[in-house]
């Protein structure tokens, strides 16, 4: 079987999804010298981080952080781009598995019992396939050892898309899209809110506010980067 794994490797390499050069035989997804030029942002153990300091003032959040800082025309873009756009949910799993190490390590992410992502609309679910963050949510909850749930946060509606949207802007398109299914389900748990990118938070406010509905929880957020 491995003669037969490497015979299709030679004819079909496996390339980095950043440089698309070919994968040395121990790389995954990226190459080690794209590794270490991904833009860390270290949050996790900083207290009052770049992520929390997003809230605050807006929603009460345990704890916030993000892995990676997003560049535009960087590799962590392509990144987010390969995993959303193009199919590789591998990225997910990549990136979840190095959060989630990260998160378990952490003194200040304990206690999550359950993961909830940002929904798509049935409609873009179905054009899209998957949720970019699945992948990502079960790696999580695989490492930290909570569970994922992502039938009782639904998205109501398609939204426009939010990339060239000001502040208020992406706000407003996003009010009164979420819906909880089941406002009992989530009562007197910590919840760890995921996402892809942040940047004005406009949606992951949106996603919270209807969280926060649930008795008795406790709410912190994770994503995959961070825009500066």
Request: hydrophobic share 40%; charged share 25%; proline share 2%.
């Amino acid at each position: 079987m491995q003669f037969f794994k490497e015979i299709y490797h030679l004819f079909f390499p496996k390339v980095c999804l950043c440089c698309k050069e070919q994968l040395l035989k121990n790389e995954i997804i990226v190459c080690l010298k794209c590794r270490f030029e991904l833009p860390v942002t270290n949050f996790t153990e900083e207290i009052n981080n770049k992520v929390e300091q997003t809230f605050f003032g807006r929603i009460p959040i345990e704890y916030g952080t993000a892995l990676l800082f997003y560049k535009t025309k960087g590799i962590s873009q392509q990144l987010i781009y390969q995993l959303k756009y193009y199919g590789h949910q591998e990225v997910g799993v990549f990136l979840g598995d190095w959060l989630g190490h990260e998160l378990k390590k952490s003194k200040r992410f304990t206690g999550v019992d359950c993961i909830v992502p940002v929904p798509l609309h049935v409609k873009k679910l179905k054009e899209r396939g998957y949720n970019q963050l699945t992948t990502f949510g079960l790696s999580l909850s695989k490492i930290i050892g909570a569970i994922y749930v992502e039938d009782i946060l639904v998205r109501k509606s398609v939204t426009e898309t939010q990339t060239l949207k000001k502040r208020f802007d992406r706000w407003k398109n996003v009010q009164e899209i979420f819906h909880l299914t089941d406002v009992k389900r989530f009562e007197n748990m910590h919840i760890l809110l995921i996402d892809d990118v942040i940047t004005t938070g406009a949606t992951l406010e949106a996603c919270a506010l209807q969280l926060l509905k649930s008795n008795n929880i406790k709410l912190s957020i994770a994503t995959m980067t961070y825009t500066e």
